[in-house]
């Protein structure tokens, strides 16, 4: 079951979405590794926006992120439907277990789990 569905906003320059999304929208930064900054409300988990400079451990930037209850069964569907896996499974330094799949639009979708 998906938890939480976030757009992620590819830019080279992240600090410009504070002018809007934190100063006009009023959203408050809920993560900022550098290289991705979520805006959204805490009480709120289903708002929430992402801007960043890449993906994480040098992947691209996807265009979605997805977060999903059962990590194998959604991994496993992936590859019994022949989408390919563009990166991972891997559990990443900051606590999160994913993998890039491309949906059939082409867009790069990252799919995790928090561990």
């Not at 929208?25 to 801007?51: A, P, R």
């Not at 959604?74 to 991972?88: C, H, M, P, Q, S």
Request: charged content about 25%; some cysteine; proline content about 3%.
């Amino acid at each position: 079951m998906v938890k939480r569905i976030v757009a992620n906003i590819h830019t080279d320059n992240i600090t410009k979405a504070e002018m809007f999304y934190k100063n006009v929208l009023g959203l408050e930064i809920l993560m900022d590794h550098g290289w991705i900054t979520t805006y959204g409300i805490d009480q709120n988990m289903g708002i929430q926006v992402s801007f960043a400079s890449e993906g994480g451990s040098g992947t691209l930037t996807p265009d979605l992120s997805i977060e999903v209850d059962d990590f194998e069964e959604t991994l496993n569907r992936a590859k019994e439907a022949v989408f390919v896996i563009d990166y991972g499974p891997v559990v990443e330094p900051w606590g999160v277990k994913r993998f890039y799949v491309r949906d059939p639009f082409g867009k790069l979708v990252n799919i995790l789990c928090h561990v």
